[in-house]
């Protein structure tokens, strides 16, 4: 069993959560995420990576809502107006260090634990203080929404900073599935996406407005997508489907990968002598077992067990040799809505998609206007969510983006028929 904190397994979309239920989520997800930190003690260079990511999140909460003087005003205010001063001299400079990508090159030393659990607190007793004053429509709870989610967020983030760096946690991982055929999809007119007032899962909003809850900004506006029949495997690819590709030369022929790929996995042979996924020690009929690494501790992965730590480069080099395609992720939202009752599974693992990371058309960048728009056409689309993801943040909707070479997550993917 998980010695984890948990949260309630019935959990209110966050896209939709009012006041009282916001309130009550953000301790619960605070509160949880400094458990798990408590927990990284013997891992000094965990610990702090720790405590710094949960410094990010009280900053977070504190620049766009505290510190906004939009902050009722939601998805319409000016991302980039005059914030108000911080409860700390040097949090933006502390935020600004974490985003570095040469740390040495700023001298703003990070604040220390003790300084850091009280900003946490201290940002969230006014967060809570400020969304009792909050109108309790999707416009004045859009940044505490946005918060939640961030928040809530943190809590996968943790487990991933866990399993980089090898800290020992107990955690429950997804067993093995019951192996199902592929699902026959019949062609369709799909509506993608969503737009604010159009009503929707959220129906009539309170004071009269109508409302879609919580959107992120590349998922809207909302366009209808006609889509052809397409074949979509009911679960994610299994270790032992992946290891048929290993024992088949899938990471020496240079055939079955996207000519990124084949670069990229070159470096990583040079360097690590790559021969699988991410945190694999061994893998192959020959050696009997797949062996990975998790949290610290080397696991024999059942064959029905979905793969994890795969790169899209992986994903697709795959499918290339299996003779399929990944989905794309039109193809996956369809089936996660309308064929769970034929045995669709999906929250085991983030499942990389074929579709680059685009706009819609019509897009216009929210007030984390750099949340999206600089990751267009660099990154892919993942879709679903993995068992480390917050149940208050898994949707079918939310669209994850990664550069294709990304494997430090727990994801996995699932084929199409090509």
Known sequence: MSNLPTQSTVATDFRLAGKEQLSVALMDARNRALLMTSQFEKSQDAHQ???????????????????????????????????LASLHTNADAWSELRQASAPSAVTTPMPDDETTRAYLLETLETTLDLLEKAPETDQGLYFFRLALFYEESCTEALLEIAQAAGVALAV?????????????????????????????????????????????DNEQPAFDDPVPEFEID???????????????????????????????????????????????????????????????????????????????????AWCRWAGRRLPAEVEWEIAAHVALRRGFRWGDVWEWTASAFRP?????????????????????????????????????????????????FFAGFRSCGA
């Open 49 to 83: 990576q720790a405590l710094h990511l949960l410094g990010h999140a009280a900053w977070f909460q504190e620049w766009w809502i505290a510190r906004n003087v939009q902050r009722y005003a939601g998805a319409l205010a000016d991302g980039k107006a005059t914030r």
């Open 172 to 216: 429950d991982l997804p067993g093995p599935t019951a192996q199902r055929e592929p699902l026959q999809m019949p062609a369709t007119r799909w509506r993608v996406g969503a737009t604010k007032g159009e009503g929707g899962k959220g129906g009539q909003g309170r004071q009269g407005e109508e409302s879609t809850g919580f959107l992120f």
């Open 234 to 316: 009911a679960q994610p690819v299994t270790w032992a489907q992946y290891v048929e590709f290993v024992d088949d030369g899938g990471y020496d022929t240079e055939a079955f990968w996207h000519a990124d790929g084949w670069r990229w996995l070159a470096a990583k042979a040079a360097v690590e002598g790559r021969r699988g996924p991410r945190y694999v020690d061994q893998i192959g009929v020959a050696s009997g077992a797949v062996m990975q690494t998790r949290f610290g501790k080397a696991r024999r992965m059942s064959g029905g067990q979905c793969v994890t730590h795969v790169s899209w480069f992986e994903a697709d």
């Open 360 to 408: 819609y058309s019509g897009f216009q960048a929210g007030p984390l206007a750099d949340y999206s728009a600089p990751h267009f056409g660099v990154s892919r689309v993942l879709r679903g969510a993995s068992f480390a993801t917050p149940l208050r943040i898994r949707s079918p909707k939310f669209r994850r983006f990664a550069t294709p070479d990304q494997d430090a």
